[in-house]
């Protein structure tokens, strides 16, 4: 409790921001208010959404205007009085495949799934072609450079191709420049639980239609190929693309100096396989539990920005085209970025990605962690998340993550991850973590290193830039005259 400054009294009652200095915030107290049920409560929400939009959150699906909805009811809404809450349309192109099919020789169905951006077999027909195989390079990737096709004929035909190493999409665009009709893709790993990857807006028009099949189906066709007998199959792809807008959600403090923000980020889209609730509703539980909590307190002298990306799924697209349309001047005024994209894993590691620039970001949410008994695993960045727009700017960056993928989290990109997807204790201390960093920066700057400019960030940003203006002329492009998908949309600022 604070006595009142002898000069202060008259603007005492005239300004809420010296009004509220009587409950200044503090690690401890925004740590104190994240709560497990609260962080259950969104999740709940999330999952509800899902359930009730066709299984899914993902870009360009019902469930993620409805996710966006629920954040703006909270932070635009009901706390217009403490934040300031912009949304931030964007086109991009949205690809989905509505089935699939791929049939062995002796005409059984054969599991498969479709990568984002899967181009269309000829309909209703499909392909129906001999198999070719490629040959398996578990050091360089199978079928990722030209000369690992050379004497390989694939014209006219299905061909067989190891997953791994290089891009899907990278292997499917060699088998189109040689005339493949499509690829038989097989897993890395035995069993149906295969992660779906995404071929890239970028590849639309570059690659042919692929289904990707299990280890053992794939490796089976393999040794027949191998012994010489002819083996057809047939692959289907009913898909489409065209384009549609979506929005990045973007809530500050009205508290705080505008040229000093700190910045939380977490996406709010899930894959289309279901409705994201590691991936990454952890991570929008935990800003938005953050943002109720500060709420109550005032006399910080530092702005919180709270993030909510759109299409991170798709190739971080949100985040990156709110980075490449900053102006120097905004990206100045960032002082630090924190991401969370997947916090609270069933069997979760506690990664703190961080790199020269990151400053006293790590050991905030490392000595927090530890004193919580958590063995903490110290990486780099990667290009996994949305951190990528910011450390391309040179902004001070930290990211925490418990794990994608077996042992950490099987139900990554997969249907199941749901409300039984969550170890609610790891994501609670991460969520405190988050709070208690987020309240040391708004208050100190502390063992911040200042922005790293060079060229190279002015350079890779143009790119991007440039790539928003290519996405948008090959959706153009893909969608042969169909109509913008998102007209009569309401846009929501
Ligand atoms: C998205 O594209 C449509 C159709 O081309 C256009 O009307 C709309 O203004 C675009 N939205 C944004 C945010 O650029
Ligand atoms: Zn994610």
């Known amino acids: 409790m604070r006595l009142l400054r002898t000069a202060g009294a008259a603007t005492l009652f005239l300004s809420p921001a010296t009004f509220a200095t009587n409950n200044p915030l503090t690690p401890g107290k925004l740590e104190a208010d994240i709560r497990t049920e609260e962080l259950q409560n969104v999740l709940w929400n999330l999952n509800h959404i899902a359930v009730t939009h066709g299984g899914n959150r993902a870009f360009g699906e019902p469930g993620y205007k409805a996710s966006l909805d629920f954040i703006l009811e909270r932070a635009q809404t009901r706390f217009h009085n403490e934040f300031d809450t912009v949304v931030q349309p964007f086109n991009h192109t949205y690809g989905k495949t509505n089935q699939i099919k791929v049939t062995g020789p002796e005409g059984e169905d054969v599991f498969v799934i479709s990568p984002l951006y899967n181009p269309a077999t000829p309909l209703p027909d499909g392909i129906t072609a001999p198999l070719v195989d490629t040959p398996v390079d578990d050091e360089r990737g199978s079928a990722c450079f030209p000369d690992q096709w050379e004497g390989v004929d694939v014209k006219g035909k299905l061909v067989l191709v190891k997953r791994g190493i290089c891009a899907v999409a990278d292997k499917s665009a060699l088998a189109k420049e040689r005339g493949a009709l499509g690829v038989i893709l097989y897993n890395e790993q035995p069993g149906t639980n295969i992660v779906v990857p995404t071929l890239g807006a970028e590849s639309i028009g570059k690659t042919v239609p692929i289904g990707i099949i299990p280890l053992e189906v794939g490796q089976s066709w393999k040794s027949r190929l191998a012994d010489g007998e002819e083996v057809t199959v047939h692959l289907l792809v009913d898909s489409i693309s065209d384009t549609r807008e979506t929005w990045n959600i973007i809530a500050e403090t009205k508290q705080g100096d505008p040229d000093k923000v700190i910045m939380l980020g977490a996406h709010l889209d899930s894959v289309q396989a279901g409705a994201g609730i590691n991936d990454d509703g952890s991570g929008t539980a935990a800003l938005l539990e953050i943002l109720t909590a500060v709420r109550r307190y005032d006399g910080f002298p530092h702005k919180i920005r709270f993030a909510w990306w759109a299409a991170e799924e798709s190739g971080l697209?949100?985040?990156?085209?709110?980075?490449?349309?900053?102006?120097?001047?905004?990206?100045?005024?960032?002082?630090?970025?924190?991401?969370?994209?997947?916090?609270?894993?069933p069997h979760p590691d506690f990664e703190i990605a961080s790199d020269g620039n990151s400053g006293v970001g790590p050991q905030l949410l490392e000595e927090y962690l530890v004193e919580q008994g958590k063995e903490i695993v110290h990486g780099g960045f990667g290009s996994g998340s949305d951190f990528v727009g910011f450390l391309e700017l040179g902004i001070p960056s930290t990211a925490l993550h418990t794990g994608a993928g077996a042992p950490f989290d099987e139900c990554y990109h997969q249907a199941c991850d749901d409300l039984d997807n969550i170890n609610w204790e790891a994501l609670t201390v991460?969520?405190?973590?988050?709070?208690?960093?987020a309240a040391r920066l708004a208050n100190s700057l502390e063992g911040v290193p200042p922005r790293k400019k060079t060229s190279l960030n002015l350079h890779t940003r143009r790119g991007v830039v440039q790539n928003f203006r290519k996405w948008a002329s090959l959706a153009e492009e893909a969608s042969h005259g169909h109509t913008c998908s998102h007209t009569g949309k309401r846009v929501v600022v």
Not at 430 to 437: G, S, V, W
Request: hydrophobic fraction near 35%; glycine fraction near 6%.
């Open 317 to 345: 697209v949100g985040s990156l085209y709110y980075t490449s349309h900053l102006t120097e001047e905004e990206a100045d005024r960032i002082k630090y970025y924190f991401n969370y994209d997947m916090i609270g894993s």
């Open 430 to 437: 991460n969520a405190k973590a988050a709070a208690r960093a």
